[in-house]
């Protein structure tokens, strides 16, 4: 018998429950979705369709602005930022807590949505809108401390990526909010934006001066960054948008925090706990790699090459790659998946070209796995789905040798010295995370000290962090304050401490990463 789709995540379902939840996100017939700007939902733009990675069906039309009417949100957000940054910080906290409380019932929907939305797993879904709400409660019942006597910078925009929508992108918005800031956030075009919309509807709902409005980058981007009434631009994509941004900021004078991409490793050296390597592996596949701290680089002692390359192999062929969706019969759980389609067709294509493009520069394949026909539907269209592959002796002429694949594509670099391993982890001139592995600790917290990664994790992945834990990047990986714990609060507001950040004229590093 042939898989179905679950009941429980079929599209219209979830859609009816969205419009239940918040109808005010809909045009009036309810056909099509309408941007949050002048405090109220209306302007649904020039719609383009949007098509789920999970199947390829249109589930929805994103309601994109155009320049003028952008402009407009950002004039009246600014507008918001003085009487709310003078809004009592109990009435200021009250308002996110209620926000919280109302996010969480609709967890559920909000993980059963990014599944068709941008291709997650119902896990990694949930997750993603389960962090987001945790990261936020912890700065309601820590803002005090952290925010002291600091003020609000005025006007937050946000312009992010599509992979982390709630824990990332939802979750700065509600503390910059909490901070005294007023905000305004673009959609991702490619994915995220019906969960976004639900999630910001409820926090207008409660009071909360917070804008999302959908657009291209060429529209939008200008007055998103540069507009006079923007006081801080948090922004997260890729390394050649935000070197963009950068030197437009340089000039503009306004706080900023630009995460990019970068190429992270993880280092073997003199090296025999395979076991564990084998569940990083494992772990490391998460969201099929489209991660910004997805480890794609492996730089291993050519002696362990025969042990990496059995651990590897027996790890990677038994991932399961399918639709998230589906099920054997109506009442059963969703799959545990790996991973699910990459984004859309273009990355999918973009990956085979990446791969394509090392084979022929002279890089030797080691791994191409296969797509599991019982996975999906028969004839289900299938272009966004792409097996794990891997690669060894990656050539420097070829593009994929100092670009981050996002995408489940891994090469694998042979090293005779440490020096060679330093340097071919220092590949990117900077990355988020990085780690290093071996049985000699003392050793491995050495080298960890050359490697030019904001983390670097020893025998073990370092990810973004919740919480009290600071992030950012070190070189051209990231620009700008740095975030997390306390140093997101100092980030988005004024105060007589320094800010520290990876800044043109200096690196200010905390003490503790």
Not at 347 to 352: F, S
Not at 394 to 400: G, K
Not at 459 to 470: M, T, W
Request: net charge negative.
């Amino acid at each position: 018998m042939p898989k179905i789709v679950s009941p429980q995540v079929e599209f219209s379902f979830l859609l009816q429950q969205t419009k239940n939840v918040t109808p005010e996100i809909f045009t009036q017939d309810g056909s099509g979705f309408l941007n949050l700007l002048e405090g109220r939902w209306q302007e649904p733009g020039k719609p383009r369709p949007f098509v789920s990675p999970v199947d390829g069906s249109e589930i929805g039309s994103l309601p994109m602005l155009d320049h003028a009417t952008a402009l407009r949100a950002v004039v009246s957000a600014k507008q918001e930022a003085a009487a709310w940054g003078a809004t009592d910080l109990d009435e200021r906290k009250r308002r996110v807590q209620d926000c919280l409380d109302q996010l969480r019932p609709q967890v559920d929907l909000i993980g059963k949505l990014l599944i068709w939305e941008i291709g997650k797993t119902f896990k990694l879904g949930f997750t993603d809108i389960d962090r987001a709400i945790d990261g936020v409660q912890w700065y309601v019942d820590n803002i005090e401390d952290m925010l002291g006597q600091r003020k609000p910078l005025g006007l937050v925009s946000n312009i992010a990526s599509w992979n982390y929508p709630m824990s990332v992108l939802l979750h700065a918005v509600l503390v910059q909010a909490l901070c005294g800031n007023s905000v305004i956030a673009k959609t991702p075009t490619d994915g995220g934006f019906i969960s976004l919309s639900l999630a910001f509807a409820i926090a207008r709902r409660c009071g909360l001066p917070v804008t999302l409005v959908s657009g291209s980058g060429g529209e939008l981007s200008d007055v998103l960054v540069k507009h006079e009434a923007v006081d801080c631009l948090s922004f997260v994509g890729g390394r050649y948008n935000g070197r963009n941004i950068a030197d437009a900021l340089s000039q503009e004078h306004k706080r900023y925090m630009l995460e990019m991409e970068g190429v992270n490793t993880y280092g073997i050296w003199n090296y025999s706990d395979w076991t564990s390597l084998a569940d990083q592996l494992k772990k490391g596949y998460d969201y099929g790699k489209q991660r910004c701290t997805a480890y794609v680089r492996f730089v291993v002692e050519r002696r362990l090459f025969p042990q990496f390359l059995e651990t590897y192999w027996n790890t990677i062929k038994d991932l399961k790659v399918g639709n998230p969706t589906l099920v054997d019969n109506p009442d059963d759980k969703l799959p545990d998946l790996a991973f699910g389609p990459v984004i859309n067709a273009r990355q999918a294509e973009d990956l085979d070209r990446l791969y394509a493009d090392a084979l022929k520069t002279g890089a030797t394949p080691i791994y191409e796995g296969k797509l599991d026909d019982s996975l999906f539907l028969p004839g289900q269209d299938r272009s966004a789905y792409r097996a794990p592959r891997a690669l060894v002796n990656l050539p420097r002429q070829s593009e994929l040798y100092f670009k981050e694949p996002f995408g489940p594509i891994d090469s694998i670099v042979l090293v005779d010295r440490v020096e060679e391993l330093v340097g071919e982890m220092n590949i990117s001139n900077g990355a988020l995370v990085a780690a290093v592995a071996s049985d000699d600790e003392k050793w491995a917290a050495r080298t960890a000290k050359e490697v030019r990664a904001f983390k670097v994790g020893l025998n073990k992945l370092r990810s973004r962090g919740d919480r009290e834990e600071v992030f950012g990047g070190m070189g051209e990986s990231w620009k700008g304050a740095f975030v997390g714990g306390a140093l997101l609060v100092e980030a988005v507001t004024e105060g007589e401490k320094a800010i520290l950040g990876n800044f043109q004229d200096a690196l200010l590093l905390p003490e503790k990463i």
